[in-house]
């Protein structure tokens, strides 16, 4: 592809026609209820007739005390450090009391009471989508914590249990996603915040159902750019693009390079390693819709990469600290080949659950503060400085009801 159309080639967010699917389905759902949910749940998620949707705690420590216990260890481990992250993240924001004319005014911070955390399970089980969701949510202070995923193995049980949650939802699509946010009679309260990454059902789901809750962030099939220049390890960067090729046919994995030999060389090493891949049939699907530019110039590269504005970038470039300052748009950074993107889904500490279909452009990924609110506050004590502004602005908007609220309080102060 030449490097000026790499722009336009962005995929479109969300298409209509599962957007018009996931309407119905969440449509149903807040308006069948359970029956609604467990149709929709036995012909899309797998779930066996009859068996039970919803897990609770004593359950979900069940399924924890079943996985060997190195597998229970590695959770514990992965949850830890994203954890440790998200706490981190957290102590950056702070309640504010500054001066303000006649008072003091500020800002306080308070976590949402409830949160439904989506987990992907169609295709492959995601139990680090599980940490890298409640495990966030925790750290936030949320109180009440709902998982969601469709025919979750015990692993992904396990990883619910580390990441103590409340509840688990055997649900997936647009059907968990409408469920957790209007609520199940009998079945599942409804949440104020339903967060986390899914395929294209899932991401329209959200879509669709914000507003009545909140939502994170557009999570969908996986984007990874690689930049690379002539220092670029060809075999890494075909190892870097399958582990995102595998996720979903729809995910798309992409090479902007300044040096013209190296498509081909990363080509040699892919056609090799795919042979031997087991998941080849989804990255071959999802690597027919990725791309090859060449850039004449590292400029132009790091131009193409910014109006993509790709969910995961990885930095295969001499000076990758200078390469990322100059960008605006990407979902998280890996500096340098050693930070493999891979690293980063597998819970080194920031959260793999990053804006794609160029929605880096207005939201970062999902971290603690997502689980947040901040309240202002305000406290006169005279209204002298700023009582006639707020009158005669009003005046001004010819709300008189406004102005007189105002003019009620300037002779007492
Ligand atoms: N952006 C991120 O942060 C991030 C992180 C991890 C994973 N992901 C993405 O999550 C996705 C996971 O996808 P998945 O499919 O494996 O799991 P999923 O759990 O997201 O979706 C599976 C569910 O989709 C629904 N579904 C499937 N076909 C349907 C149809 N024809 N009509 C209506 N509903 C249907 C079913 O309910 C099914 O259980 C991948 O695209 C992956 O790249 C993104
Ligand atoms: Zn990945």
Redesign the pocket.
């Known amino acids: 592809m030449a490097i000026d159309e790499v722009a336009a080639s962005a995929p479109t967010p969300i298409d209509r026609a599962t957007l018009d699917?996931a309407r119905e389905?969440t449509e149903s759902v807040r308006t069948g209820g359970e029956a609604a949910l467990r149709s929709h749940a036995e012909r899309?998620?797998g779930l066996a007739p009859g068996a039970p949707m919803v897990l609770g705690k004593e359950e979900l420590a069940r399924a924890a005390a079943s996985v060997p216990e190195e597998t229970l260890a590695l959770l514990e481990r992965v949850a830890g450090r994203i954890r440790a992250f998200a706490l981190a993240q957290r102590g950056a924001l702070t309640a504010l009391e500054v001066a303000v004319p006649g008072g003091r005014a500020g800002h306080d911070v308070e976590p949402v009471a409830a949160a439904g955390c989506y987990a992907?399970?169609?295709?492959?089980p995601?139990p680090s989508?599980v940490l890298m969701t409640a495990v966030t949510a925790r750290a936030g202070g949320v109180e009440r914590v709902i998982v969601a995923s469709?025919a979750p193995d015990p692993v992904t049980l396990a990883a619910a249990h580390v990441a103590r949650a409340d509840q688990f939802l055997c649900v997936?699509?647009?059907?968990a996603v409408a469920a957790m946010s209007y609520g199940v009679p009998g079945l599942v309260e409804p949440v104020a915040l339903v967060v986390g990454?899914?395929?294209r059902?899932?991401t329209a789901a959200k879509q669709i159902v914000y507003g009545a809750v909140g939502i994170d962030l557009p999570?969908?099939?996986?984007e990874l750019v690689v930049l690379a220049d002539e220092t670029a390890n060809p075999d890494l960067i075909a190892a870097d693009l399958l582990a995102q090729a595998e996720?979903?046919p729809?995910?798309r994995p992409a090479l902007i390079t300044t040096d013209p030999t190296l498509p081909d060389r990363v080509e040699t090493c892919l056609m090799r390693r795919l042979g031997e891949l087991p998941t080849r049939e989804v990255a071959s699907a999802a690597l027919a819709h990725g791309f090859v530019a060449v850039a004449d110039s590292m400029e132009a590269a790091l131009k193409a990469v910014d109006e993509l504005a790709p969910?995961h970038l990885q930095l295969c470039v001499g000076d990758p600290r200078s390469a990322k300052a100059s960008l605006k748009h990407f979902g998280a950074a890996f500096l340098g080949e050693r930070s493999a993107e891979v690293f980063g889904d597998y819970g080194a500490g920031p959260n793999?659950?990053?804006p794609?279909g160029g929605a880096a452009r207005y939201s970062g990924g999902l971290s603690v503060f997502t689980f947040l609110r901040v309240r202002t506050w305000l406290e006169l004590d005279s209204v002298k400085e700023t009582g006639e502004d707020a009158r005669d602005l009003a005046e001004l908007e010819r709300l008189s009801g406004h102005a007189r609220a105002a003019e009620a309080r300037l002779g007492s102060s």
């Open positions: 699917s389905i899309l998620d992907p399970g169609g295709r492959y995601l989508s469709p997936g699509g647009a059907q990454p899914g395929n059902w899932v999570a969908g099939p996986s996720h979903d729809d995910a969910e793999h659950v990053l794609t």
